[in-house]
C-alpha cells in the first residue's frame, strides 16, 4: 500500500509523519509513505508513477486549490482514495465534485487519523478483491473492477477499456458480465455499461467520461442512470 501526502507546511508534514509511523507500528504493518510539500511535484510524480492507493491533499494551495489538484488527480488515478486536510471545514464541503473519501481538520490528532485510515484501509481492501477474469483466444486476464472505464459490445464481442488505455476483449454475453459487476457499473444502454466513478456529467443523449470519452445512453435508462450517478457522487463523500 503507498500512501502520500501533499501539504505546502513543513512541520504539519513532519508531524504527520509521526502520526503514520505510530499508526502502523501499533498494527505492526509497514506501508510506503511520500511526502509532497508542493501540487507541481504530486503532479509529476502521478505522471511517472501512478500508484497511489490513499492520498491526502491540503484544499489550500498557493498556485492552484486543492479541488483544482484533485480534478486534476481524478484524471489520472480515478480510483486513489483522496482525504482532503484543511484548517476551514466549509471548503471541504466541495470535495463531493471530486468524489473525496473524507476530510481531517488541522490540527490534527491521533484519533481523527485512525478512525479515517481504518475506514480507508477496509475500503481499499475490499475494492481490491473486486475483479473480472476475462478469457480470450487462450488469455486469461485478471481485471480489476477500479480498472474499467467501460465495457461495449463490439463485433460480436465485448470490449473492455481500461485506465491504462489497453483493451481487453471478452467473449461471454454482456449480461453475463453485467451480474458479476458491483454497484458502481450500470447498463446505461444496450450495447454499453460504464463505470460511474469516470462519468464527469450526463448530457441529452450521453455519458461524459474522463478524457472526453463520450457513450450513448438510451432514453429509456437516463432518468435512473441520473439518479444513480447523484446517489453515487452523494455516497463517495464523508
Same mark, same amino acid.
Given at each position: 500500500m503507498k500512501i502520500c501526502i501533499c501539504d505546502d507546511e513543513k512541520d504539519f508534514i513532519h508531524n504527520f509523519q509521526l502520526l503514520l509511523e505510530q499508526y502502523f507500528k501499533k498494527r505492526k504493518t509497514i506501508h510506503h509513505f511520500n511526502f509532497f510539500e508542493n501540487e507541481e511535484d504530486l503532479l509529476s510524480y502521478l505522471d511517472s508513477q501512478n500508484d497511489i492507493d490513499i492520498l491526502f491533499l491540503d484544499i489550500k494551495f498557493q498556485t492552484y486549490s486543492g479541488i483544482e489538484i484533485a480534478e486534476k488527480i481524478r484524471a489520472i488515478n480515478p480510483s486513489v482514495i483522496l482525504i482532503f486536510l484543511t484548517a476551514f471545514p466549509e471548503y471541504a464541503l466541495s470535495g463531493y465534485k471530486v468524489k473525496a473519501f473524507d476530510y481531517l481538520v488541522?490540527? &490534527?490528532?491521533?484519533?481523527? !487519523? =485512525?478512525?479515517? !485510515?481504518?475506514?480507508?484501509?477496509? =475500503? !481499499?481492501?475490499?475494492?481490491?478483491?473486486?475483479? &473480472?477474469?476475462v478469457k480470450d483466444s487462450g488469455n486469461i486476464f485478471k481485471i480489476k473492477f477500479s480498472e474499467i472505464v467501460y465495457i461495449e459490445t463490439y463485433n460480436r464481442n465485448i470490449l473492455f477499456h481500461l485506465t491504462s488505455r489497453s483493451e481487453i476483449t471478452g467473449h461471454e454475453s454482456l449480461k453475463t458480465y453485467e451480474t458479476k459487476l458491483d454497484k458502481r457499473f450500470y447498463r446505461c444502454h444496450t450495447g454499453y455499461i460504464v463505470n460511474m466513478a469516470y462519468v464527469t456529467s450526463i448530457q441529452k443523449d450521453c455519458a461524459v467520461l474522463n478524457l472526453n470519452i463520450t457513450i450513448p445512453v438510451s432514453r429509456y435508462k437516463k432518468k435512473k442512470f441520473q439518479m444513480l450517478f447523484t446517489d453515487f457522487l452523494c455516497n463517495s463523500i464523508f
Open positions: 488541522k490540527p &490534527l490528532s491521533y484519533t481523527q !487519523l =485512525e478512525n479515517v !485510515l481504518d475506514r480507508a484501509i477496509s =475500503e !481499499l481492501t475490499s475494492n481490491k478483491n473486486n475483479f &473480472l477474469v
